[in-house]
Structures are given as structure tokens and as C-alpha cells.
């Protein structure tokens, strides 16, 4: 079955920077575009970035442009999320989630069909 597990989240300080792994299985990773998405304490689930199958193609969402970096490893089956500059903002379970086949959106949390558990990161100030 298609698993996906998240890790690398943590408790840092403002400036900081976390690498966070997501982990595929069960299925033809190389077929699949791949996003990460948060979500904060009260908050719905919002979209944070995205990589299509070969990595050409990669989008943020507006406050996390310069500070992080989306990226695969499709020997590996891994998905990355390099986040640097940290702010309290970023505090959120961070979940790693496979593409729908259909959704021409890659921002609406509808358009991902499997997630993993989440990891949590903590930003303190």
C-alpha cells in the first residue's frame, strides 16, 4: 500500500534551518508529482510546495519563496523540504502528500490523494 513518512521536523529558533524527508512507498514514485503542505494550530491545511515528477517544475506558496526548497530524489523515492530562515509563522505539522492523477490544481489540499503522518516543527521567537 502507498505509505509516506515524514521526518526531520523539531524545536528551533527563529533563523534556523530544518531539512525535513519524506519517505515513499507502494507505488511508482517516479510517476507522481509531490508537495508539501502545513498545518497550523487552528488553522486549515494550506499548500506550501510543490514538484512535478522530473523536478522541472516547482512552486511555492508567496511566504516561503527565498527560504525554502523543494526537492526529489527519485532513485531514492525521497522528497525533500529545505527550510531555512525560519519564522514563529512556520510553526506547523508539516505533512508530505502524492499528487491526485486528475487535479489540475496543485494548491487545493483536494488535489492530494495520499499524506503521510505529519512532523511537527516549532519555531520559537
Known amino acids: 500500500q502507498v505509505q509516506l513518512a515524514e521526518s526531520g521536523g523539531g524545536l528551533v529558533q527563529a533563523g534556523a534551518s530544518l531539512r525535513l524527508s519524506c519517505a515513499a512507498s507502494g507505488f511508482n514514485f517516479n510517476s507522481r508529482a509531490m508537495a508539501w503542505l502545513r498545518q497550523a494550530p487552528g488553522k486549515e491545511r494550506e499548500f506550501v510546495a510543490f514538484?512535478?515528477?522530473?523536478?522541472?517544475?516547482?512552486l511555492y506558496t508567496d511566504s516561503v519563496k527565498g527560504r525554502f526548497t523543494i526537492s526529489r530524489d527519485n532513485v531514492m523515492n525521497t522528497v525533500y523540504l529545505q527550510m531555512n530562515s525560519l519564522k514563529p509563522d512556520d510553526t506547523a505539522v508539516y505533512f508530505c502528500a502524492r499528487k491526485d492523477s486528475v487535479s489540475r490544481s496543485f494548491e487545493r489540499v483536494s488535489a492530494y490523494d495520499y499524506w503521510g503522518q505529519g512532523t511537527q516543527v516549532t519555531v520559537s521567537s
Open positions: 514538484i512535478s515528477v522530473s523536478g522541472a517544475n516547482i
